[in-house]
């Protein structure tokens, strides 16, 4: 549960391609992940419910099962970031530390955290050179793509790791 609880809140942090529903402060809905088997481990799938508010300076997550119990939360702001799991309450000094930590708990790559309002709102990060698309861009090695409000970001296999997807459907959040 615990590795579902990281994924989930690793995967949903790793960004979105167009602008949601709800206003910028806050988004919610349901997010479902799947990695592909590679040499180095097995295949993985699930799916949270999320809550996410603020923006890349101060805010919080809080991941949820399918039947609504608390899988993590994490909070961030001038004093750093806490994440906790339900296996104890860990401190980072700041996003891109935690997206390191969560990709070296996962064995997967570090997923570009600060990116994630810009992508939210449907444009890259400007400080990381991106390619347009049809139906998208690509970013730090993600695809982000929107149909309707499903969002659909993925990472292909690489360097011994699985390929990567992971669909969102937003909901305004409360």
């Not at 139906?135 to 990567?164: H, M, N, Y």
Request: hydrophobic share 40%.
């Amino acid at each position: 549960m615990r590795r579902l609880a990281l994924w989930a809140l690793a995967l949903l942090m790793a960004g979105c391609a167009s602008p949601p529903p709800a206003p910028s402060s806050g988004w919610a809905g349901k997010l479902g992940y799947q990695v592909e088997a590679s040499a180095e481990r097995r295949a993985q799938a699930g799916s949270a419910l999320f809550e996410l508010q603020g923006g890349p300076e101060r805010g919080q997550i809080q991941l949820n099962s399918p039947l609504g119990t608390a899988l993590a939360h994490a909070a961030w702001g001038t004093d750093g970031v806490w994440l906790d799991d339900g296996q104890g309450r860990r401190r980072f000094a700041h996003l891109d530390e935690l997206a390191q930590a969560l990709g070296d708990a996962l064995q997967g790559p570090a997923l570009p955290l600060t990116a994630l309002f810009d992508w939210l709102e449907g444009r890259p990060q400007a400080e990381h050179p991106h390619q347009a698309g049809p139906d998208g861009f690509e970013q730090l090695g993600w695809k982000v793509q929107r149909q309707e409000q499903t969002l659909t970001l993925s990472r292909p296999a690489q360097g011994g790791q699985g390929a990567i997807r992971l669909r969102i459907l937003l909901t305004p959040a409360p």
